[in-house]
């Protein structure tokens, strides 16, 4: 019964109540005229995993009317989206191609799809499964061919599968034959049904974005190493590189390892804070002490993942004193060293995660006349 119910659910059922709990209840009387029903004269080739039929009920969520149509056809738009509406609970929209789907080599029927706004959800893997069926009006007759996807289940809508729908929704010399009523002064009016039956949300998962030919950004950063030496350690003025604010810090009597012998050098986060949940940035970067008289610069280079709870990456043991207070080297000149940042962000990556596994099965309720 259940299964005969969702791929039969719009045939004038009066009083249809399917609950999705421990067991299945079920209630309804129909009474069917199927004269009503039946497709008439236009006959359509088949296709697997859809239903066809014609109903004198209008699409319950969704109607959007399309004047000119002929323009759409002849402009060089391939597809037109129609504005988002709101159905069990989610968002979506129709996407209509009226050549066609090209990239599928549709091109003697209209294509017709509905597409999920993705949500809003800091889960990634989020899933909601929806019985749906799309509309065209007939405007001699006023009433609707509709096809409906017979998926048992309905339709897995999720993160890498928005779109479901017919490449094949009709054909477009029925479409524009005036008897048919579809296209009617130019106009055409199409709509949308949808039922969620089911919303799950649960998991853990990641995004990782490479960057397409990184750029290198550079700053120069200028150290009076007699006004700081005192200091524990100073820092840049923040910059940007790759869409992230970043500092350096540099030690002058050195840090860790390097305390007491070595000027300690590194490159940080400006505001790890600011960075999502367990989002992490792949990072080249060459950190260097320039040198003012010969242009022979002492620098290191290294590659790390940078995340708020790793910040900073570097080297407690960058030079030694003794190296940097040598006036051939060129690294310090009257107490200034001019020390330089080369970053190429190349990736990033961020995670979500969902501690709870939520399911949730709606009562759906049709009374369909």
């Known amino acids: 019964m259940q299964r005969i119910a969702f791929l039969l659910p719009f045939l004038s059922y009066k009083n249809l109540t ?13 009474s069917l005229s199927l004269s009503t029903y039946l497709m008439g004269e236009l006959s359509f080739p088949g296709q697997q995993g859809v239903s066809r039929s014609i109903s004198e009920t209008p699409p319950t ?3 959007f009317k399309l004047q000119l149509f002929s323009q759409l056809v002849n402009s060089k738009l391939e597809s037109y989206t129609s504005n988002d509406f709101q159905a069990g609970g989610c968002k979506w929209k129709l996407v209509l191609l009226p050549n066609g789907n090209k990239n599928k080599g549709i091109t003697d029927h209209i294509s017709l799809y509905l597409v999920i706004v993705e949500p809003n959800s800091p889960a990634p893997a989020w899933e909601i499964r ?11 007759n006023d009433t609707y061919y509709t096809l409906q996807d017979t998926a048992e289940n309905g339709r ?9 729908g017919f490449d094949k929704f009709i054909p477009l010399d029925a479409f524009k034959d005036a008897a048919n009523g579809y296209l009617v002064d130019d106009t055409c009016v199409f709509g949308a049904e949808v039922y969620v039956c089911q919303e799950t949300i649960a998991g853990k998962g990641e995004c990782l974005s490479m960057i397409k030919d990184p750029i290198a950004y550079k700053h120069t950063w200028r150290v009076d190493l007699s006004s700081s030496s005192t200091e524990e350690y100073v820092e840049s ?6 869409e992230h604010i970043w500092k350096m810090q540099l030690y002058p009597n050195g840090k860790g390892s390097g305390i007491g012998s070595y000027v300690s050098l590194y490159l940080t986060l400006a505001e790890p804070a600011n960075l999502p949940p367990e989002s992490k940035i792949y990072a080249e970067f060459t950190l260097r002490i320039l040198d003012q008289l010969n242009n022979k610069h002492y620098f290191g280079t290294s590659n790390y993942w940078f995340c708020e709870s790793n910040a900073t990456n570097g080297w407690p043991r ?3 004193h003794g190296y940097l207070h040598r006036p051939i080297t060129g690294l310090l000149v009257k107490n200034i060293c001019l020390v330089e940042a080369e970053v190429k962000v190349h990736e990033n990556a961020s995670y979500a995660q969902s501690n709870i596994l939520y399911v949730k099965a709606h009562c759906l309720s049709l009374d369909i006349h």
């Open 18 to 30: 399917i609950l999705h709990h421990n067991h299945l209840s079920l209630s309804l009387s129909l």
């Open 61 to 63: 969520h969704y109607i």
């Open 130 to 140: 929806a019985l749906f069926r799309l509309f065209l009006l007939d405007q001699n």
């Open 156 to 164: 897995r809508f999720h993160k890498m599968k928005l779109t479901w």
């Open 237 to 242: 003025k923040p910059f940007v590189a790759g």
């Open 318 to 320: 960058f030079v030694s």
